[in-house]
Structures are given as C-alpha cells and as structure tokens.
C-alpha cells in the first residue's frame, strides 16, 4: 500500500506577488501575476527523514539555509500562478518522502565472472601480438 502524499499546508510558506517577466505587452507590465513562494524546510511540519532527504537534494531551488524558493509566472493570473508554485511545492517534497530502497550487495554471477576472464585474456593475447615477431626456426 502506497503512503499517503505529504501536503504542504499554506500557512507554512510564505507567498508574494510580483510582476512577471518577459514578452505580455501591458498586461506583464501592470499586473503582479507571478508568485514567489519560500518555505523553511528546517522551521515546517515535516517529518524529519523527509526534511533530511530534501536538504540533501541538490537542487538550484533549495538555498544554504534551507528555503525552497520556487517562482512560479507561466499563467496571468495570480491564482493559478499560486497554484501552481504550491503544487511545486508538494511534487518536490513527494518526490522524496518515500525512503530509498536499500542496496544488499550480492555476489558476481558465474557467467559474469567468465566474461570477466574471457575479456581479460583476450586483451593479453592483443597485447602479446604488439610484441616482436620472432622466427620460427
């Protein structure tokens, strides 16, 4: 059975309008429609594993102190712009709440092991080649 998704709940981030950037005419111009959300992943409600895992992600968005910082201008108006940085937001923080299987070392197959070998004296033989012809008398 599948965890249930960790929801980030708003009052944990912190959410300010701007105005968006690039080509829209007045529109961009006049209308602070982007969004810009911070959210402390060391302050929130998080479970610890899941903030661990997350400040571990090498991500551009995740700051030095801790704050995922996620900027969100691809729709005009300022709620779907909210939405979508939220929902961000919660991809991101779902993409690591499920723990890492753990790797069990296993040994190498016989089959493995052959064309290791098998390999390994083919490149001795090419390099035994490279050598000096000698005469067969």
Do not use: C, W
Request: aromatic share 2%.
């Amino acid at each position: 059975m599948a965890p249930l998704p960790l929801q980030v709940s708003e009052d944990e981030v912190e959410i300010t309008a701007m105005r968006a950037q690039g080509a829209g005419g007045q529109n961009v111009n006049k209308v602070s429609s982007a969004v810009h959300l911070r959210f402390d992943v060391v302050a929130s409600s998080l479970p610890e594993g899941v903030k661990e895992r997350l400040l571990a992600l090498r991500d551009t968005r995740i700051t030095q102190d801790g704050v995922v910082v996620i900027k969100a201008q691809q729709y005009r108006s300022q709620e779907q712009n909210r939405a979508d940085a939220l929902e961000r937001l919660n991809a991101l923080v779902n993409s690591v709440a499920v723990p890492p299987r753990v790797r069990r070392a296993t040994k190498p197959t016989y089959g493995s092991k052959q064309r290791r070998l098998q390999s390994k004296t083919q490149r001795g033989e090419t390099k035994a080649l490279r050598g000096r012809v000698r005469d067969g008398s």
